[in-house]
DNA sequence: CCATAAAACATACATTTGTAGTAGTAATGC
DNA sequence: GCATTACTACTACAAATGTATGTTTTATGG
């Protein structure tokens, strides 16, 4: 269980601690948007799930609320859905690729970036 | 309702059909490795829920079983599959080839047949 | 024809996820 | 010091998913 698996919502959730570094529960749920905000019981409730997963802690409490942080990293979490989904496609990268360009989503600018990291690693590190 | 939103297991059971074109229940159920193979009525309670998502159709019957066809492409499946990954990460693919990167799953030959297509795709059609 | 085997169909149940209400408790404003 | 407010803790519930059992129907071999 290194890698809780993160639901959607979870994931949203997760997005404010790891870009605040740590949060309420209130603070949390303000950070979604207006219009179509959870209730904070349902923010609570998930935070909670999070916890006993281990995916966030209690850090400390100030006056009557408790802050949150996250005790999983947002690469971790994110390269937990990647490897998921990879699974899907039999591990194979090709047809993600494929997709993501169809749809238009792939720059050739995010391209040449990859490229050049891998050309980076391949010097480093040629076990690969 | 374009692209109806299928689970792992029920994704796994589209693969033989995208993969033999047609398939009974037993077969679609055999299709799975002898170790950890799911009970017929499994498959077939899957498959049934399928059938109500239109992502499935039955389209004979031989003998006393029943034969089904996909009626959503493999590649409509999978692009629904990294849209809705894509979505939690903002839409932006950079988080997702780095951790393709990362993870080793992505070679520069993937790399290089992208750019090609992308370069090819470019010429063709500049509004993108 | 009819017993049997296979498949269909209906139903059930646990878990996960999204959603939220309610009751109790703790700070805070005067 | 106490009312009000905000937050916590507990509980509930529906939809989706994985899993399967029990019951009925349909072919099929003799």
Redesign the pocket.
Known sequence: MAEP?L????LRIMETLWRNGQA???EMQEAFPEKDR?????I???VY?LEAKKAVQRIK?V????IFAAAVSRRAAQRRLIDDLLALFGGRSQPVMAHLIESGKLTLADVKEAEKTLLKLERKDGSR
Do not use: V
């Not at 639901?7 to 979870?10: A, G, T």
């Not at 959870?38 to 349902?42: K, R, S």
């Not at 006056?63 to 408790?66: I, K, Q, R």
């Open positions: 698996k639901s959607k919502l979870e309420s529960i209130r959870p209730a904070y019981t349902t609570q409730t998930t799930r409490k006056g009557n609320f408790h």
